[in-house]
């Protein structure tokens, strides 16, 4: 059930393929179990300047073809930047991914370039309006879908120079409503020097500029398992929708140069395996967490300081939060009773199932032995009979 979303139109979910393995079976087990329960959301937005191979790189990530021209596209009423979520629906050895992709094609297309982030922010911001509205709603117990913006990519021109005006300008306005994850997009394009120089120049100007891009901006002790993926931001990455062959006869994706081939998946070539570790396994649930904690909360105060309840909403929402998460944890306590009871219910069925075969088997093989025993013995009476016939004829 989609919440009020106004007038952004949302597709149904399409269950897609995996061209190769995505990795999601590797989920830290608590986590793995709970997304084999209900399969996890993740909202992913894609923002850069067309051209920068944005499309080609999510089917890239997703190890799928989502450019799929079966999808239905729905057509939207919003102005300028054509925003269009497709949700699909992922399964990798029983764990299943919602996904949703924001495209948001037409992005620095306009001669005035800055007016393109205010339909991607109005974007952003009516996904929360729908959520504050559902949580309030009668509906939201029966499971609104979560529609929030968990992770937003935003692809960097592979320059070599520093950060370009536009790209400072929507960077700070984005980093304000979701978590941003910047990448440096068609990374095949520049040498091993060239990329680390970039990264460099890129860092120094996100910090220059005070912008808080995801992770760095947002410590968690539990990272420990990330200090190699962390090394890589800003990841470079690069895209492929075809499969080129290696020298020694192995089909990788990749795109093939008259000079050598560069691999998608090898991460000697690109970042693109550690972006999707990132996304998929290490940070699945902390993006989700942080939208939720961190920038939807922001969008609440902000929505209260404008009437000026900001100071006691937010004690309220703290209650309102605790109540939530006391909710949360029953409803979580009481499924997982009511799944070790239904365990325990097969375990009963299944022996008392297996006890009545071997009961039934049990008196199957007695009828059989006596049944042979009777055969034998009536076996027997003959030959004597024949025996006795035998006799008699020779007497004769
Ligand atoms: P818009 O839909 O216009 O916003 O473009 P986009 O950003 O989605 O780019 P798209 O994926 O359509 O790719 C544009 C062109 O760049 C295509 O010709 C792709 O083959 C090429 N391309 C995509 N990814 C890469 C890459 O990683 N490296 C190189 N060298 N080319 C790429």
């Known amino acids: 059930l989609f919440p009020d979303l106004g007038p952004y139109k949302h597709a149904p979910a399409r269950a897609f393929p995996l061209t190769s393995p995505l990795g999601m079976d590797q989920l830290p087990r608590q986590k793995h179990l709970k997304t084999k329960r209900k399969p996890f959301q993740l909202n992913v937005m894609v923002v850069g300047e067309s051209g920068l191979g944005k499309s080609t790189f999510m089917n890239t990530l997703f190890c799928t073809d989502l450019n799929d021209t079966s999808v239905p596209k729905v057509p939207q009423d919003t102005k300028t930047v054509d925003i269009t979520p497709v949700h699909f629906e992922l399964e990798e050895e029983g764990v299943k991914l919602n996904l949703c992709l924001i495209d948001t094609p037409g992005f620095g297309d306009r001669l005035d370039r800055k007016e393109d982030v205010k339909p991607i922010l109005e974007y952003i ?10 949580e309030r709603s009668s509906e939201f117990r029966r499971g609104i879908i979560d529609t929030r913006v968990h992770a937003c990519l935003y692809f960097i021109s592979p320059t070599g120079h520093s950060l370009k005006d536009l790209d400072v300008e929507t960077l700070k306005e984005l980093s304000t409503q979701v978590s941003v994850i910047p990448v440096i997009a068609k990374g095949d394009t520049m040498t091993d020097e060239e990329k680390v120089l970039f990264k460099k120049r890129i860092l120094e100007d996100l910090e220059h500029y005070n912008i808080p891009i995801y992770p760095h901006a947002y410590p968690d002790d539990d990272r420990d398992d990330m200090e190699e993926t962390l090394k890589h931001v800003p990841f470079a990455v690069m895209g492929s929708d075809s499969l080129v062959d290696l020298p020694n006869g192995e089909k990788v994706r990749g795109r093939a140069y008259r000079w050598g081939t560069v691999e998608v998946e090898n991460p000697a070539h690109c970042d693109m395996v550690h972006l999707r570790e990132l996304l998929i396994i290490q940070c699945l649930h902390e993006l989700a967490d942080l939208s939720h904690h961190h920038h939807y909360h922001g969008y609440r105060t902000r929505l209260l300081r404008q009437d000026g309840r900001a100071e006691s909403f937010m004690r309220c929402d703290e209650q309102y939060d605790e109540e939530m998460e006391k909710l949360k944890t029953g409803h979580d306590q009481a499924m997982s009773q009511r799944e070790e009871k239904m365990r325990q219910q097969f375990v009963e069925l299944v022996q008392t199932t297996e006890d009545d075969i071997r ?9 059989r032995d006596k049944m042979m025993s009777d055969l034998e013995e009536q076996q027997k009476q003959i030959a004597l009979l024949e025996q006795e016939l035998n006799q008699k004829l020779t007497i004769r």
């Open 125 to 134: 911001d009516k996904q929360y309006a729908a959520y504050y509205d559902a």
């Open 359 to 367: 009961r039934r088997e049990r008196e199957l093989q007695e009828k």
